[in-house]
């Protein structure tokens, strides 16, 4: 009997993830840490907001702040970037269950941003950025996501070009239409 509760509870986690990613749903969620490949850690806050246009095809807003300590430098360096971004959402049935309880995704984005260092090495510009990622559901409407993601910047200042590869570590929040008037209407 534990058996079959254990099977058909995990059999309802994996249809989470697929009624969150539906057409006019939002999403709302921020990374917290970046992992850089190129120079060292970062701590971030980058709130982003979505709507679903499509299922599993979700556009929205992304603001990121980050300052991290350069490996072997004195130096902190401060990141910046305004974005609108789209994220699409790949899901499967023929996969192990763990990997069932969430969605695999692209995101690319494209916007303003900028690279400072206490040092003096600037560059602020035009911000660009590919990645791919997983959403775990840890529940029916929230996921702990990773991203590994490529962004570049380039525009004016002493270095006119910065690019970066990066591990992403967030969270995010869906919300179903319905929820989102609720919420509207009870603050009316």
């Known amino acids: ?29 921020s990374d917290l840490v970046n992992m850089r490949f190129t120079n060292g850690f970062a701590l ?23 300052v991290q300590k350069v490996n072997g430098e004195s130096d902190t360096q401060t990141n910046w970037e305004i974005a609108p971004f789209t994220r699409y959402y790949f899901t499967s049935s023929q996969i192990d269950s763990m ?15 900028g690279v ?3 040092g003096g ?12 990622g997983y959403s775990y559901f840890i529940t029916e409407n929230v996921s702990v996501e990773g991203l590994l993601k490529f962004r570049g910047i380039t525009g ?12 992403g570590v967030g969270f995010s929040i869906y919300l179903p239409s319905a ?4 919420v509207a209407n009870d603050r009316q």
Do not use: C
Request: charged share 15%; glycine share 16%.
């Open 116 to 118: 400072n260092s206490s």
């Open 156 to 167: 004016g200042g002493n270095d006119s070009d910065n690019n970066d590869v990066f591990l």
């Open 44 to 66: 971030s806050l980058q709130p982003r907001a979505a709507y679903f246009i499509q299922d599993r095809w979700a556009v929205g807003a992304h603001v990121g702040v980050d």
């Open 1 to 29: 009997m534990k058996k079959l509760l254990v099977a058909g509870a995990l059999a309802l986690m994996g249809t989470a993830a697929n009624a969150q990613l539906q057409q006019g749903n939002w999403t709302v969620g």
């Open 99 to 113: 990997l069932r309880n969430g969605a695999f995704f692209g995101e690319a984005l494209i916007g303003v941003g």
């Open 179 to 182: 929820k989102v008037r609720q």
């Open 121 to 132: 090495d600037t560059t602020n510009g035009f911000v660009y950025g590919i990645g791919a």
